[in-house]
Structure formats: structure tokens, C-alpha cells
């Protein structure tokens, strides 16, 4: 079943949004495996959810469907979806605790090379640091290459006056002239906020995260949502915006709750496409702190849809990334569609 947005999506349950999720493939599903049995993070048990341990994986078991990732475009007038959340307590800077999820959740693990080494599904609590390049400057990085999740390392401000020089070209070629009083300054002004939109070359997990990781005998469902987003689109350099919502479900570790919204800002601050931006903010999630499922949508206006081109002003795109256990349980996605999409 594919999404019919030309509905807005108001008018759309949880429930359907859940489907249209349930039903996309994303070709990078290799990319995040379960844990084996020495993996799992177990809470009390109460529902009659079949425990995705039951499902015996081997060391080099490819797991499909994984990662999910859906994208959709329509005419939304609404940001929120009419759905009500039940039973959830909602506070007032929009952080919400559900009640427990009952099952037993296996836990998301990365793989280095798509094989889990055996060493590290048995010891599922030590974090995990998987390095792909011994590029120098990047020995501390704690992720590389894979999901394009790379940073530059802190020179870019050495850039300006190329950056700047740049600017003045472009406006001579727009048969400006940049001697101009209101002009004098503009190249710099202008390097100086291109520098600013893609600052997220400069950042890594690492360092945002600045050890902000808790350990916490906590395995309910943690949501951030409507998480502002500024990025720029990498193939017209104009503008996109909205608003990220994020989900986990811990295994023993959380997160410090600006540090997801400070990961939105790590990716969001570079050239980009919404798709990439949804899922290297699931990845990033899972890298800080390996929980049973990780949960994103992002809503986006993008302005070279608005401003130029088709200029359809009112379209929006939404995009989902789900992992682990919010790909696997059609019932803690729906708990996560209806937290996110509930006033
Ligand atoms: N999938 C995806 N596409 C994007 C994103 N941002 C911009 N685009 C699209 O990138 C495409 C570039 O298409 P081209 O035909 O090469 O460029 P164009 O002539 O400027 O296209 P129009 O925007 O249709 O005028 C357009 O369809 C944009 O809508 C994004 O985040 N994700
Ligand atoms: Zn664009």
C-alpha cells in the first residue's frame, strides 16, 4: 500500500501513516543488524507480542527491513496529524514518556564490516566505536564514511577569504557591482553564513555528545518531537526547514535529551537531502546509545519546491527512518506515530 498524499495529513490515523511506513523497503537494510541472544534488553513482560528473540540469527544473518525509510510529498496545510496520544505523559518542552512497552527487545548493533564479531555481541553494554578509516585527523572519529556520517576536521574556517572572493564573482556575474556601498561587505557577510548553514562539517557525534550518556534502568519509550531543522538543500544550495521528531527505546542507556536535538544540528547543517538527513539521525542515535529501536520523521519545506521550480507553496515531505524495534513491531510504531503526531 503506498501513501495517498494528497490527502492532508490531518486527515490521516496513525494507523495508516504506520502502513504506508510498514510497506517501504530501504535498500541500505544491511547496514544495522540485531543483537544475538546476549544482546537483549528484557522488560517485564505482559503483552502478547511475539519476542523478536524467538528469532534465531546467525553471525552473518543479513536482516531485511531493518532499516526503513519512507519519503512523502503532498499538500499538508497541517503540521500535526489528528491523532490522539493515550495514556502518555506529555510535558511541557515536549518530551514524552510513554508507558512500558512489554516484550523483549532485541538490541540494535552496528556492524563494521556486516558481520557482528562475536566479541561484541557478548558484551552488548561496552560501547562500541567502529573506525573505517585510519585517515589522519579522523583516528577519533567514532563513525566514518558509511552513512556519509564523516566530518571535516575544524579548518573550515580557514575558507572565508576563497569563500568570500566567491561571493564577489557572483555578484559581478548577476551584473551587481560589489564596489557598491551596501555591497562592500556582502561577499564576507555572505561566507560568513554559508559557513554557518554548513557548520555540521565541524562537528562530530563525539564531541556533541560530550559524554552525555546515562546509564538508567529506564526501557520506556523516549520522544523528542518537533525539533526544529534549518539545512540546506545540496542540489539547488537553497533552504529546507521543518521539524524532526525522534524516538528511542532504551537498553539500559539514555541520552541527554538536548543532545538529540544537537545531533539534528550536526547533519541537518550540511548540503543535504531529507532522506540522508532522517536516517543519519536514526544512525547517530543508535551509535550513542545502542537502544532496541530508534524512531525519526521529518517534515520539510523545501524551498527550491516553494520559491522556484514547480513553486508549490503549501507542499511538505515528510520522511521516516525506522530501526530495529520500530521496524519490526507494527505496535511500537504506532505508539511512536501517534506520540509524534498528537498535539
Ligand atoms: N529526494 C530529494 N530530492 C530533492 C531534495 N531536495 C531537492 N530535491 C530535488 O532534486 C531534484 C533536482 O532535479 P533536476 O531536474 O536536476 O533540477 P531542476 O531542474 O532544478 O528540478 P526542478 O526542481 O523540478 O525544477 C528536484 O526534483 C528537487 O525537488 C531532497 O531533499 N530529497
Ligand atoms: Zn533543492
Known amino acids: 500500500m503506498s501513501m495517498n498524499f494528497t490527502r492532508q495529513l490531518s486527515e490521516m490515523s496513525a494507523s495508516e501513516l504506520n502502513d504506508a511506513i510498514d510497506d517501504t523497503n530501504f535498500p541500505q537494510a544491511h ?24 528469532r534465531t540469527l546467525s553471525q552473518t544473518d543479513e536482516v531485511p ?20 496520544a493515550v495514556g502518555n505523559a506529555l510535558s511541557n518542552d515536549g518530551v514524552i514518556t510513554s508507558p512500558p512497552v512489554a516484550f523483549t527487545r532485541p538490541k540494535l548493533m552496528l556492524k563494521t564490516n556486516g558481520i557482528i564479531p562475536e566479541h561484541e555481541a557478548e558484551a552488548p553494554m561496552t560501547p562500541k566505536t567502529p573506525r573505517t578509516s585510519t585517515t589522519p585527523g579522523h583516528e577519533h572519529c567514532t ?6 556520517l564523516d566530518h571535516k576536521p575544524p579548518t573550515r574556517e580557514a575558507l572565508l577569504p576563497e569563500l568570500s572572493r566567491s561571493y564577489r564573482l557572483l555578484l559581478s556575474g548577476l551584473g551587481e557591482n560589489p564596489e557598491r556601498q551596501g555591497l562592500l561587505k556582502t561577499p564576507e557577510r555572505a561566507a ?12 562530530n557525534l563525539e564531541d556533541v555528545l560530550n559524554g552525555a550518556v546515562f546509564d538508567e534502568d529506564h526501557d520506556e519509550m523516549v520522544v523528542v518531537k518537533d525539533i526544529e531543522m534549518f539545512s540546506m538543500c545540496e542540489h539547488h544550495m ?37 532522506e540522508r538527513l532522517t536516517k543519519q539521525i536514526a544512525v547517530a542515535v543508535t551509535h550513542a546509545v545502542q537502544p532496541a ?19 508549490k507553496i503549501n507542499s511538505k515531505t515528510v520522511t521516516s527512518t525506522m530501526l530495529g524495534v520500530f521496524r519490526d513491531d507494527p505496535k511500537t510504531r504506532e505508539e511512536f506515530l501517534n506520540l509524534v503526531t498528537s498535539k
Open 31 to 54: 547496514i544495522l543488524s540485531r543483537g544475538r541472544n546476549n544482546s537483549v534488553c528484557s522488560t517485564s513482560s505482559a503483552s502478547g507480542i511475539t519476542p523478536l528473540m524467538d
Open 65 to 84: 527491513n531493518v532499516v526503513g525509510t519512507t519519503t512523502a510529498s503532498g499538500n499538508v496545510n497541517s503540521a500535526s496529524a489528528g491523532v490522539g
Open 143 to 148: 563513525f566514518h564514511h558509511d552513512l556519509e
Open 192 to 203: 560568513k553564513a554559508m559557513l554557518f548553514f554548513t557548520k555540521g562539517y565541524d562537528q
Open 238 to 274: 537553497v533552504p529546507f526547514y521543518g521539524k524532526v521528531s525522534i524516538g528511542y527505546l532504551p537498553c539500559n542507556k539514555i541520552l541527554g535529551l538536548s543532545k538529540l536535538a544537537r545531533i539534528v544540528e550536526i547533519f541537518s547543517r550540511r548540503l543535504q537531502v531529507q
Open 293 to 311: 529501536g530508534v524512531a525519526v520523521v521529518i517534515e520539510g519545506v523545501h524551498m527550491c519546491m516553494v520559491m522556484r521550480g514547480v513553486q
